[in-house]
Structure formats: structure tokens, C-alpha cells
Nanobody
Framework: EVQLVESGGGLVQAGGSLRLSCAAS????????VAWFRQAPGKEREAISCIRNSDGSTVYGDSVKGRVTISSDYSKNTVYLEINSLSPEDTAVYYC???????????????WGLGTQVTVSA
């Protein structure tokens, strides 16, 4: 059974940082692309970043470029998303998603986690 479990969300002050984790199981981690998305209340889902575990290449969305780093720990089958210089506009539910193969942020991802809430206070 494929599982993606996000963690690391919470309440943080503006200007702070968070590291979100996406623990993956049930599929061959090193041949999947894993992506992070977020959705704020009343807004459309937004793609943040993805990592192609076959070669470690990464893609970043324009809205977060320069503030976000995505990485994979192949020993733990976990993808991390570090976000710096947080602002209230970053408040959202953050989801990780995965699909087999090498994809970018416009791909249709098959597997999704349940999300983790990030709330940034002013």
C-alpha cells in the first residue's frame, strides 16, 4: 500500500523557518518524483517544488524560488521541504504527492498525502 505521510507543520512566526517531511512507503522511492503542493483557504492548489529521485534533480515554483529547498533522504524514504523567511501568505495546508518516473510541477501526481497545516503569524 502506497503511503505518503506529511509532518512538521505548525504555528510559526513571520520570518521563521520550517522543515516539512514526507515519509513515503509502498513504492520504489528512488524511481519516483515527489512533489510538494500547498493550498490556502479559498485559493487554488499551488505547486511548490518537486524532486526526481532517479537523479536528484529539482524544480521550484516561481512563487517560492529562493526561499525553499527540497531534498531526499534515500535511507529513510523521506522528502524534506525547508521553507525560510515565512510570511502569513505561506499559511496553507502543505501536501506531498508522488508519481513513478521523472516529472515536473505540471504533472498529474497519482499518490497524495493528507497534508500538514502550516500557520504563519504576523
Amino acid at each position: 500500500e502506497v503511503q505518503l505521510v506529511e509532518s512538521g507543520g505548525g504555528l510559526v512566526q513571520a520570518g521563521g523557518s520550517l522543515r516539512l517531511s514526507c515519509a513515503a512507503s509502498g513504492f520504489p522511492f528512488d524511481v519516483y518524483t515527489v512533489a510538494w503542493f500547498r493550498q490556502a483557504p479559498g485559493k487554488e492548489r499551488e505547486a511548490i517544488s518537486c524532486i526526481r529521485n532517479s537523479d536528484g534533480s529539482t524544480v521550484y515554483g516561481d512563487s517560492v524560488k529562493g526561499r525553499v529547498t527540497i531534498s531526499s533522504d534515500y535511507s529513510k524514504n523521506t522528502v524534506y521541504l525547508e521553507i525560510n523567511s515565512l510570511s502569513p501568505e505561506d499559511t496553507a495546508v502543505y501536501y506531498c504527492a508522488a508519481s513513478s518516473g521523472d516529472w515536473d510541477l505540471s504533472a498529474w501526481y497519482i499518490y497524495w498525502g493528507l497534508g500538514t497545516q502550516v500557520t504563519v503569524s504576523a
